[in-house]
């Protein structure tokens, strides 16, 4: 596995850790950025980072998913709130 790979997948797993379900990974510039399909939070990836800069980095990677990809019905949301 290249480095790149390593870190693209390390980059998913974390997303998908946050709750994000991610699109597949595009090159911009010397970086690549994936998005969220739910809330479009971006998850970028550098394989060879400027000095002060890190590899993998972006709003998916350290934040959770604001829009759950299947929403919860009524039922299931009234339920939730008589568990607590």
């Given amino acids: 596995m290249t480095k790149l ?4 997948r390390s ?3 974390s997303c998908e ?5 991610m699109t ?14 739910g809330c479009n939070k971006q998850a970028w ?5 400027l000095p002060n800069d890190i590899m993998i980095s ?6 959770n998913c604001g ?9 299931e949301l009234r339920q939730e709130e008589s568990l607590e």
């Fill in 24 to 37: 597949r990974f595009s090159r911009v510039a010397r970086s690549h950025v994936a998005h969220c399909k």
């Fill in 67 to 75: 829009v759950p990809l299947y929403p919860l019905s009524n039922a």
């Fill in 45 to 49: 990836v550098t394989e060879m980072p």
């Fill in 17 to 21: 850790f946050r709750g994000h379900t």
């Fill in 5 to 8: 790979a390593y870190l693209k």
């Fill in 58 to 63: 972006g709003e998916a990677v350290a934040l």
């Fill in 11 to 13: 980059a998913i797993q």
